[in-house]
């Protein structure tokens, strides 16, 4: 018979022994024990690695199973089913760029290791199904172990490179149109649909140190991922152990089977995201009408492919639909009469999840290496850490080598053939800083020429010009203050200052306003006299943001009035305004604080909150200044900072409220000697359980606002004696 788990009371340090399953078949699950914590947080020890994937499903689909299927059913391009006839051009690009066979093909082909990974991670769902029978599904009822595939390849490529290539929703619904011969009513760009100006503020930190800079043998490292607060992009901290010797920690998102960053007993790494050219689009020459499928190509014609498919709509109705490639990818656009292709770097290639496996195995430095080489995890810098105190930043991802006489920051004309790509630059091509002299880095999704504050740092005319398009940023300065204000860390100072909410930017908007109302002091003094309360205090201010400051508040709406008007990144370069605009958005601000609040000095804290309300049918938070929400220190990510809370007003609501920003932080310090433990602590944006009604769903929110971290035990008689419950899947 099998029996049932003790649970392990909350102030107990003591466990009872696993029981041991007397029946001649044991299910998966009971090779599987899910440790949760205080906050909720699933440490999984299974006896094999694939064991401990399924223990990963189990455990997700406890904690947030709504969402696990919203990104599957998003991930397989099956949007339409769910949401309707507004969601069939999302579906459309989906199995446009074959998502779902590449898929398919890909675990049919995985190595045993990787498939024992999908194969438990799916099998762990399927039995939260199965023995959770009243469970109320939306679409679907049984997990394939291909969906996590297609879920990563429709999150990285086709929710991120294709948005780099600027195709509008128009240009995409003429070439539905033109390819189909039909016309579409209606039509999402994104599902979830995210403000744009929100997501323009999608970003991470990352720190590094080692040697004379920390108070340690090691190194010391700053995880700290700027992503969305809902939807398929959130994130799952999860702890992965099993007598195979795996031993990882760090977060994941929803339908991924093992998590993707974070840090084992001998090393670690962050990853912010890069905007390297890792992809591009082609403007296809069909001019032949008598041909249709027949495109040009140097001094010869080729033949796109085109095929047959049909997308379910909501309410039981189907659309016959067409798709189109050529030899540079999917045909998704149409612009100025011209149909354009699009394509992302190894996109039709395997191993997203194959990298990441051999990173959370490796060991040192060599092995990890090793685990990098086949850059099949695009889109990131790597930000490395061990116990042999390395540091190691790598500009990472499958960069294309092109012809550098083209604008690749554009379509480029598809009928030349010396617009084709060329292959892939290797590791060692890639901009990347070992060991710098300065023993320190950080990168804020800036430029990899400045990361080290040194010598050490690459040199930018030693890359080709399309590899690298990024500049600076207010993080990125705020960093380097940080990290060149302390001669030494000890882990406790590396700890308080990587929650800091200091909006450096102020101090580039300050001479703006001063010049601004400088002026205005001779041309309108009534106005004048209006602001100078406002402009005295702002002028005290020594841009922190604290829960009690009213500063913040005011810089906020005041930068989010000013530059939100022209609809343009406020880091562009050139942009100005005149003083009468600088003058005007400050007094906007002033008055609507007034008509919302009575007062203009309203503390952040007031406005600037954390809140997790019900969802709409695409996953979308609803947000009520009547619900429950929490103050949160954390400011804008254009400001600086370390703790980011991408948080915009928004029309119908006095208060702003948190989108994403900082998602799951972690600080962890590596010592050299293998005979102390890796010491380390994290922390979530809300809690481990979308259940409103349990204690984990917005527990650790309340510490990230008041700036602490939780324990993230890593060893596993940490876990144990830190468990407050134990169960086998199914037995909870």
């Known amino acids: ?9 909350c102030d107990s340090k003591q466990h009872s022994e696993l029981p041991v399953a007397t029946s001649p078949t044991t299910h998966q699950s009971q090779n599987v024990t899910i440790y949760r914590d205080k906050w909720g947080v699933p440490h999984i020890h299974g006896k094999t690695d694939g064991d401990t994937a399924f223990g990963m499903g189990y455990a997700q689909a406890e904690d947030n199973f709504s969402q696990l299927e919203l990104g599957f059913i998003i991930g397989t391009g099956r949007s339409a089913e769910i949401l309707g006839e507004e969601a069939l051009l999302s579906d459309w690009v989906v199995h446009s760029f074959e998502n779902n066979e590449l898929s398919k093909r890909d675990y049919e082909n995985a190595v045993p290791a990787v498939k024992a990974l999908l194969d438990g991670y799916a099998a762990g769902i399927n039995y939260y199904l199965e023995t959770h029978p009243a469970l109320k599904t939306r679409l679907l009822t049984h997990i394939e172990p291909w969906y996590s595939l297609a879920l990563i390849r429709r999150w990285y490529y086709l929710g991120g490179f294709l948005g780099r290539l600027k195709f509008t929703t128009a240009e995409r619904m003429a070439a539905f149109e033109a390819i189909n011969g039909t016309s579409m009513k209606m039509a999402q760009l994104e599902i979830p649909k995210y403000d744009p100006r929100d997501r323009k503020e ?3 930190n990352s720190w590094a140190a080692n040697g004379p800079k920390i108070k340690g043998t090691g190194s010391y490292l700053f995880i700290n991922p700027h992503l969305p607060s809902f939807g398929i992009g959130q994130t799952y901290e999860a702890h992965m152990i099993s007598d195979e010797g795996w031993n990882f920690t760090g977060y994941a998102r929803f339908g991924y089977p093992l998590p993707y960053i974070g840090f084992n007993e001998s090393l670690g790494w962050m990853s912010t995201d890069n905007y390297s050219n890792q992809e591009d689009s082609w403007v296809e020459h069909f001019d032949d009408p008598k041909k249709p499928l027949a495109y040009k190509h140097g001094d010869q014609t080729r033949e796109a492919i085109e095929w047959h498919g049909e997308i379910k709509i909501k309410g039981g109705t189907s659309r016959k639909v067409k798709y189109r490639k050529t030899h540079h990818g999917a045909v998704v656009a149409k612009r100025d009469g011209q149909f354009l292709s699009g394509m992302f770097a190894t996109y039709t290639q395997p191993g997203w999840i194959d990298q990441w496996y051999n990173m959370q195995r490796a060991t040192n430095i060599n092995e990890f290496t090793k685990a990098i080489e086949p850059q099949r995890m695009n889109f990131g810098n790597i930000m490395y850490a061990d116990r042999a105190a390395n540091i190691w930043y790598i500009y990472n991802g499958s960069v294309p080598i092109r012809n550098e006489q083209f604008n690749w920051n554009t379509a480029v004309d598809g009928s030349d053939p010396n617009t084709d790509w060329q292959g892939y630059h ?18 804020t999704n800036t430029t990899p020429f400045a990361v080290s504050m040194s ?18 940023n207010a993080r990125s300065r705020n960093a380097r203050r940080i990290l060149n204000k302390h001669e030494v860390f000890d882990f406790e100072t590396w700890t308080s200052e990587s929650l800091d909410t200091t909006m450096i930017e102020w101090n580039v908007s300050k001479p703006i306003i001063n010049n601004a109302y400088a002026t205005i002091t001779n041309t309108d003094p009534e106005l004048a006299a209006k602001l100078a309360p406002v402009i005295k205090m702002l002028n005290a201010w020594d841009s922190v943001a604290t829960l009690q400051s009213p500063e913040p508040t005011i810089y906020a709406d005041w930068h989010e009035t000013l530059y939100g008007s ?39 804290g007031d406005v600037n909150r954390s809140q997790r ?16 929400s929490i103050a949160t220190p954390g400011v804008p990510s254009w400001s600086g900072g370390s703790q980011i809370s991408f948080n915009l007003r928004r029309d119908g609501l006095k208060k702003r409220y948190k989108t994403g920003g900082n998602s799951y932080t972690a600080v962890v310090a590596f010592p050299k000697n293998q005979k102390e433990r890796t010491l380390s602590k994290s922390i979530h944006v809300f809690g481990a359980s979308a259940d409103p009604t349990s204690s984990n769903n917005m527990d650790q ?31 909870e």
């Open 455 to 472: 010598d050490s740092d690459a040199k930018a005319e030693n890359y080709p010009s399309y590899m690298v398009r990024e500049g600076d």
């Open 701 to 731: 929110a309340k510490m990230l606002a008041n700036k602490h971290y939780k324990p993230a035990w890593l060893y596993l008689d940490d876990v144990i004696s830190n468990a407050t419950r134990s169960y086998h899947p199914g037995e």
């Open 566 to 604: 022209k609809r343009k990144d406020p880091r562009r370069k050139g942009l100005t305004f005149s003083d009468e605009e600088v003058i005007a958005a400050l007094e906007k601000t002033m008055d609507r604080l007034i008509a919302d609040w009575g007062t203009w000095q309203v503390p952040w």
């Open 1 to 9: 018979m099998i029996l049932s788990l003790t649970l392990i009371a």
């Open 426 to 443: 290797t590791l060692y091509d890639l901009p990347q800083v070992k060991n710098p002299v300065s023993n320190m880095m950080q990168n």
């Open 202 to 204: 999608f970003g991470s």
């Open 613 to 628: 309300p019900s969802l709409d049918d695409a996953g979308r938070p609803i947000f009520n200044d009547a619900t429950k």
